[in-house]
């Protein structure tokens, strides 16, 4: 079946630092994929949709600018989030669709992010 | 503005029992409608998905019941197991369009030995 990898999946930074998330679909391309983010026992709430070739759409109090988005191949969608704060701890999960009708959404395993 | 609405927020079942996590969406746009399970850091697994032409989909031990009038679908584990506690997500979208899921709050299950 489908796989998203997602890498790291976790990682501690200190304050004014930047780290990157990579999410790859592994056999499959896809065209969209989407950054979600969850705080412990909450849902999972939609940050952005990356798209591949253009930019990415944000959703209403996502800053672009923080989270900055590149989906540069239709395998591989990187998060970086910049100048870390604490509040910007969380788990970032991405999702990955293939590009062919009726394909269900595939979620990677998550990165926990840990700022300092 | 959450556009799906689950519950209960947590439940616990014996095992052998079964459980029931209901949600309702207000979107008429909405056609498609995955439950996912998620374990203590991992990502979300979906579980099964089901679409508004049929009113029952089975897949094992998971059921999906949906009430296209009433805007209501439910997720029924039978025989319900200490593996299957879980936090469940219902979502919903239109099509696979690219659009993203719209996330229901999530429930808690407890299936207790």
């Known amino acids: 079946g489908a796989v998203v990898s997602q890498h790291p999946s976790w990682v501690i930074c200190k304050s004014g630092t930047s780290v990157k998330i990579e999410c790859r679909s592994l056999d499959f391309q896809a065209t969209t994929m989407f950054w979600y983010r969850q705080f412990p026992k909450q849902s999972l709430m939609l940050m952005a949709t990356?798209?591949?070739?253009?930019?990415?759409?944000?959703e209403q109090g996502v800053e672009k600018d923080k989270f900055l988005i590149n989906h540069a191949s239709l395998t591989l969608s990187t998060l970086t989030v910049t100048s870390a704060h604490p509040e910007d701890s969380s788990f970032y999960i991405c999702s990955a669709r293939a590009n062919r009708g009726n394909s269900p959404l595939h979620f990677g395993n998550g990165t926990r992010l840990t700022v300092t | 503005q959450q556009q799906v609405k689950q519950s209960p927020q947590s439940l616990i079942v014996q095992k052998g029992g079964i459980s029931i996590i209901n949600c309702a969406y207000e979107n008429t746009a909405f056609d498609y409608f995955p439950w996912y399970q998620q374990f203590p850091g991992k990502g979300p697994a979906l579980l099964i998905a089901?679409?508004?032409?049929?009113s029952e989909k089975k897949e094992g031990r998971f059921t999906i019941s949906f009430n296209k009038s009433a805007k209501q679908f439910s997720l029924h584990i039978m025989d319900s197991q200490p593996g299957d506690s879980a936090t469940y997500f219902c979502?919903?979208?239109?099509?696979?369009?690219?659009?993203?899921?719209?996330f229901g709050k999530g429930t808690s299950l407890l299936v207790t030995p």
């Open positions: 979502a919903a979208s239109i099509g696979n369009s690219g659009y993203a899921l719209n």
């Open positions: 990356s798209n591949e070739g253009s930019k990415a759409t944000y």
């Open positions: 089901i679409r508004p032409d049929v």
